[in-house]
Nanobody
Framework: QVQLVESGGGLVQAGGSLRLSCAASGRTSSTYVMGWFRQAPGKEREFVAAISWSGGRTSYADSVKGRFTISRDSAKNTLYLQMNSLKAEDTAVYYC?????????????????WGQGTQVTVSS
């Protein structure tokens, strides 16, 4: 089992920045990919970004490319999402997720473990 706890969400004005963190514990050695997803009210959960835990390979949704940066600190078992130039449409609950053997990196069903989420609200 892997436990994930997100932090860093909050209220920010459009154009501002936030950094989300996700602390992982448990059998983290079995984790191959970690990602961030988000879910806005009335919408499906969508892929934001992902990173391979060992090699640092990354993937981003088109909507956040150039604004968001995913990174990880393997020694601290922590995943980060630096969010810059935030827009009102970035408002959502952001979830951290971990996958052991994903077929893709962008589908929710590829991920085995999920955090409880952290709210990000961007005011326009």
């Amino acid at each position: 089992q892997v436990q994930l706890v997100e932090s860093g969400g909050g209220l920010v004005q459009a154009g501002g920045s936030l950094r989300l963190s996700c602390a992982a514990s448990g059998r983290t050695s079995s984790t191959y990919v970690m990602g961030w997803f988000r879910q806005a009210p009335g919408k499906e959960r969508e892929f934001v970004a992902a990173i391979s835990w060992s090699g640092g390979r990354t993937s981003y949704a088109d909507s956040v490319k150039g604004r968001f940066t995913i990174s990880r600190d393997s020694a601290k078992n922590t995943l980060y999402l630096q969010m810059n130039s935030l827009k009102a449409e970035d408002t959502a609950v952001y979830y951290c997720a971990a996958a052991r053997a994903p077929r893709t990196w962008v589908r929710t069903y590829d991920y085995d473990y999920w955090g409880q989420g952290t709210q990000v609200t961007v005011s326009s």
